[in-house]
């Protein structure tokens, strides 16, 4: 997080002094252990949160404008919560009028504000800057309206901002371990009921490494709604053997294998990636429980190579981090994190063992790629919250 003193000053070098004070609020970024692609079948996830996020530096106003100011880009914007605004622009500011017309529409009614807002997620990494960027906002606002802050209802207007103003059905997985998350914790989500677990990610002396390919993830938005659209087929043509199933979450691997019959490529390996993910991350949540890393470590690799030949959402940059950092000692498992095609691939790594790991992982793909891969270790950070000024 940047410095606050530093967020104050500019703040009110762009909007002025108030007599009360500004407020700050944060929200984290997010890397998912395991769970990739289930969370919009009604399936489980695994993600942990950031120390790294979004600040949102807010003050009311007395009418409903919000004025927002994005340090990083250096760009204003204004927007009206009485007039949503003529769609999407493909920009950051998407993101705040989507979320600020919809907590205002479903959740409570908000005042303006004057909004100034920094982060240190790097963009396009796969680390959620955007689920970030949502959730700082809408809390921000929501406290600025005097509302207690429903976290699950404030990642759930996430969700449907990104599906109105920004145009990715994405599921709930990042707004909702942005909202909730624990620090220290994984958080287990059954993204049916919402139910939420925190899983305490082990103490000792095995790190989370998340590295970025620097590659940003193209096709990402059309990719993504694609596999969306073929796990609704999938459903449609198991239905009639399996009636009263309602997404993949409710079918089983042994429904699966009776059933692959009715199932066209591509749309059979596209539902056992999802069948076989969903049961992966429910036994991995259980490895972690009872610590055991060795476990978790191999069902990431499984996931990998699910995601890499069946799902088809890596790509060579990512299969290369990943083979690159499993050859290393030290190293119990890694995986893409994400969406996918770009992003950031996530690692479990002896401490002892990171220093050795980077500079073998740096090095395999520096010389295959040209470009240095992008790092950072992680213990788990905490959901959205306000914090001092
Ligand atoms: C993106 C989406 C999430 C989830 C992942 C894949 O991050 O925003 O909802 O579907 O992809 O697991």
Known sequence: ?????????????????????????????????????????????????????????????????IRVHSLDLDQTAE??????????????????????????????????????????VPHGAGLSSSAALEMATGFALLSLAGATVDRVALALAGQAAEHTFVGTRCGIMDQLVSACARAGAALLVDCRSLATEAVPLPAGPVAILVTDTRKKHALATSEYNTRRAECERGVALLGGALPGIRALRDVTEEAFAENTSLLPD?????????????????????????????????????????????????????????????????????RMTGGGFGGST????????????????????????????????????????????
Do not use: K
């Open 1 to 65: 997080m940047r410095d606050t003193v530093d967020a104050r000053s500019h703040f009110e070098a762009h909007f002025g002094r108030r007599s009360h004070g500004p407020r700050a609020f944060f929200a984290p970024g997010r890397v998912n252990l395991i769970g990739e692609h289930t969370d919009y079948n009604d399936g489980f996830v695994l993600p942990v949160a950031l120390e790294l996020g979004v600040t949102v530096v807010a003050a009311p106003r007395d009418d409903r404008t």
């Open 79 to 120: 927007l009206d919560l009485d007039r949503p605004g003529a769609g999407r622009t493909g920009r950051w500011v998407d993101y705040i009028e989507g979320i600020a017309h919809i907590v205002d529409s479903r959740i409570h009614t908000l005042r303006g504000a004057d909004l100034l807002v920094t982060g240190d």
């Open 266 to 334: 591509p749309i059979l390996r596209r539902v056992r990636h999802v069948v076989t993910e969903n049961a992966r991350t429910q036994s991995a949540a259980q490895a972690l429980r009872r610590g055991d890393i060795a476990a978790v470590g191999a069902s990431f690799v499984a996931s990998h190579r699910s995601l890499q030949h069946d799902y088809e959402v890596s790509c060579p940059e990512l299969d290369a981090l990943v083979d690159l950092a499993v050859a290393q000692p030290g190293v119990h498992g890694a």
């Open 346 to 389: 996530v690692s479990l790594v002896d401490e002892s063992a990171l220093d050795a790991v980077m500079a073998a992982v740096r090095d395999g793909y520096r010389s295959r790629f040209g470009v240095e891969p992008g790092f950072l270790v992680t213990r788990g950070g905490a959901g959205a919250r306000e914090i001092e000024l």
